[in-house]
């Protein structure tokens, strides 16, 4: 994995501040354990995790956007899952996390905290108050995955594309006062995480286009009716 410099001591105390594991430890704790965690600056596209290079370390999402994803048969990648800031995922068998024949990859530039296992065992878990965030942390992430399944197996292509549009929206950096959202996701990372071709995920947002739900914008979605989206997506209701 190819790397920029750590961030400075000041800034990486920051970071740990902010990451929702770490939100019941004082100032002094934070400090303490910031002189045992590596942070990491990676470009878009690192390859963090391989499923033919399997290391045993804990990676703790801080700034960016990562893929899981596994390979077919015929070499198709397919996403499993996009874990964005306060995310935490690796190798690590005493924590319950096991990537199997998975990949991790950047899909933005990201900042990362990397763990090995003694260190995970003594900063981590030696401390029921992170313990508990990371059992929060993991049992929103297993009930999360069941309901994408679910959605994969029992609701119509639209209806799949619909509710990843809601659940992937931001706020816009620049729509604050509007409270615009957007999708920062290509019509690809769209098909690979509704299980579905590129060329399904654009009829079907052409077609949300023309009911008024979104605006396609150069590298992004706009969402105009949420609501909307979210009717479509309960209920099956046709966008034609």
Do not use: W
């Not at 949300?208 to 479509?232: H, N, P, Y």
């Amino acid at each position: 994995m190819s790397e920029k410099p750590e961030t400075s001591v000041s800034d990486k105390l920051t970071h740990l501040r902010e990451i929702d594991i770490f939100q019941d430890l004082s100032p002094s704790e934070i400090a303490s354990l910031g002189e045992h965690t590596p942070m990491e600056r990676v470009e878009v596209g690192t390859t963090l995790y391989a499923a033919d290079r399997p290391t045993e370390v804990l990676f703790i999402l801080k700034e960016g956007r990562v893929q899981l994803y596994r390979l077919s048969a015929d070499g198709r990648r397919l996403i499993t899952a996009v874990l964005e800031a306060g995310a935490i995922f690796g190798e690590m068998v005493m924590l319950g996390q096991n990537l199997d024949d998975s990949y991790a990859e950047a899909a933005s530039p990201c900042l990362l905290c990397l763990m090995g296992r003694n260190d995970v065992k003594t900063l981590l878990l030696g401390d029921p108050r992170i313990a508990f965030r990371i059992a929060e942390t993991l049992g929103r992430r297993l009930i999360e995955t069941e309901r994408r399944l679910l959605d994969i197996a029992l609701k119509r292509v639209p209806e799949r594309i619909a509710d990843l549009l809601v659940l992937l929206a931001r706020p816009s950096p620049a729509g604050l006062l509007s409270k615009q959202m957007e999708v920062r996701y290509t019509h690809e990372e769209l098909a690979d995480l509704a299980g579905t071709y590129r060329e399904t995920v654009t009829r079907a947002l052409n077609e949300f286009r023309g009911k008024g739900l979104i605006e396609m914008q150069r590298g992004k979605i706009v969402v105009l009716d949420a609501e909307g989206l979210r009717r479509l997506s309960r209920r099956g209701e046709s966008v034609g």
